[in-house]
């Protein structure tokens, strides 16, 4: 039997699992929160606290996305065509 909880995560889950896989980017560039700041233009107030909870604006996630080469990935983000049935995939 599935699982359905596993399948639809809450806000606060996805906030979490998005500053999760954000950190592990920046550590693989290997650079600091401090460095990311005065690289980005955001403050190491704003990165921390979007590490410690998800929280930031979409200005300063697209800031700090472009200094770990990750920009392209959020364009990416709502780019699959949402089909409500069969015959407008068909189209």
């Known amino acids: 039997m599935i699982d359905l909880d ?6 606060p889950q996805i906030k979490e699992r998005i500053a999760t896989n954000f950190k592990k980017r920046r550590k693989e ?7 990311l ?3 980005s233009g955001v403050s190491f ?12 604006s979409l200005s300063n996630l697209i800031k ?7 920009d ?5 983000l709502f780019n699959t065509p949402y089909f ?3 015959e407008d995939m068909l189209k």
Do not use: P, W, Y
């Open 84 to 86: 409500e049935n069969i």
């Open 64 to 70: 700090i996305a472009q200094i770990l080469d990750l």
């Open 45 to 56: 107030g704003s990165i921390k606290r979007f590490e410690q909870t998800g929280e930031i």
């Open 6 to 11: 596993n399948l639809v995560l809450t806000e």
């Open 72 to 76: 392209k990935d959020l364009l990416s």
């Open 29 to 35: 560039h290997k650079i600091s929160q401090k460095k």
């Open 37 to 39: 700041a005065i690289k």
